[in-house]
């Protein structure tokens, strides 16, 4: 029997680092619209739906498919907002809205657009032949704490973040690392409202490895035009 996935993008509209980010032009659409459209070009989920505070983006996420079926209370549109409190929120009010009972919550971050259907397709996969109770997608570190990243102990002498027993001489002695990329979460129907304290490391946790382009989140100015720039230059394709 197929799962009954739903999809949630979060996007509040009180942005600190990039006003109205969410929203703001990438590429010639509104930020989040790239993630919606990527939701619904993947085609596996019953609801693609936008939890936000904003009336501009929920009108923006409904002009580009999205549903909006509840706006999310200001309690939980601050930067102080737990991810999984929203999410756990958005499922409940989802669950009772279309009376139905999901089995699987995809999280997509407005923010991290730089993914595939193949990506989305692959963590599909993952989850169905482990039944983790969550995955999250991650790169490729560019730096590595066994080797290249440092850190000051309380009487300011410098050391490498972990150290090994082994004497390293190049980076790929050390063990793997992943930046998490903020851009792909599989969550478990069970695991979000069964679990006294959800979290996103858990010990039948999974991990999702995408391409190191994958890496990019939104919070800068910069951000934009570098990825931007990407696109243009067919290097990633949104």
């Not at 909006?68 to 200001?74: D, G, L, N, Q």
């Not at 549109?77 to 999410?87: F, H, I, P």
């Not at 190191?212 to 910069?222: A, L, Q, T």
Request: glycine residues 4%.
């Amino acid at each position: 029997m197929p799962l009954n996935i739903l999809v949630v993008i979060g996007a509040r509209g009180g942005s600190k680092g990039v006003k109205g980010k969410n929203i703001r032009p990438l590429l010639g659409k509104p930020l989040i619209a790239h993630t919606i459209l990527q939701a619904l070009r993947w085609g596996k989920a019953a609801k693609v739906v936008v939890s936000t505070d904003s009336k501009a983006i929920a009108q923006i996420s409904k002009r580009y498919g999205a549903q909006v079926p509840f706006m999310r209370p200001a309690s939980m549109a601050t930067d102080r907002a737990g991810k999984l409190q929203v999410l756990i929120h958005a499922l409940n009010k989802c669950e009772e809205i279309y009376k139905t009972e999901f089995d699987l919550l995809v999280d997509l971050d407005a923010t991290a657009p730089v993914r595939t259907i193949e990506d989305l397709d692959n963590c599909l996969a993952l989850y169905i032949k482990h039944r983790p109770k969550n995955i999250f997608s991650v790169v490729p570190a560019h730096k590595n704490p066994y080797f290249n990243m440092v850190e000051m102990n309380p009487s300011g002498q410098i050391r490498l973040c972990k150290r090994l027993r082994k004497k390293m001489v190049c980076r790929q002695d050390a063990p793997a690392v992943y930046d998490l990329n903020a851009s792909i979460y599989f969550y478990s129907r069970e695991y979000l409202l069964k679990t006294k304290a959800p979290n996103l490391f858990n010990p039948r946790a999974m991990i999702y490895v995408m391409k190191e382009e994958s890496g990019f989140d939104i919070d800068r100015e910069i951000d934009f035009k570098f990825l931007e720039f990407l696109s243009k230059e067919k290097i990633i394709q949104l």
